[in-house]
Nanobody, 116 residues
Framework: QVQLVESGGGLVQPGGSLKLSCTAS??????????WAWYRRPPGKPREWVAS???????NYAPSVKGRFAVSRDHRNNTLYLQMNSLEPEDTAVYYC????????WGQGTQVTVSS
């Protein structure tokens, strides 16, 4: 069993910044993965992919966030980050992390609300 914990969400004004964190624990070492990813679920909409951090160093972003968001990995504390800049109301969502390929046991996510 792998436990995924997201944190760092909150209320921010349009144009502001926020940095999300994700940690994983449990039997992650027994799972074959190729990277990590951030997802989000806007109110009333399905979960969607946001960004990926591959184990080979490659990073990928959804067109809607490219140039504004940056994913990174800190191996010192085993934490995945999502730096979110120039936030827009459309970024309002619950944000989740997961390994790639995704495991079925999603975390509780962290709420990001962009509003003036």
């Amino acid at each position: 069993q792998v436990q995924l914990v997201e944190s760092g969400g909150g209320l921010v004004q349009p144009g502001g910044s926020l940095k999300l964190s994700c940690t994983a624990s449990g039997s992650i070492g027994s799972v074959n993965t190729v990277g990590w990813a951030w997802y989000r679920r806007p109110p009333g909409k399905p979960r969607e992919w946001v960004a990926s951090q591959m184990h080979d160093g490659h990073r990928n972003y959804a067109p809607s966030v490219k140039g504004r968001f940056a994913v990174s990995r800190d191996h010192r504390n085993n934490t995945l980050y999502l730096q979110m800049n120039s936030l827009e109301p459309e970024d309002t969502a619950v944000y989740y992390c997961n390994v790639i390929p995704s495991l079925p046991n999603w975390g509780q996510g962290t709420q990001v609300t962009v509003s003036s």
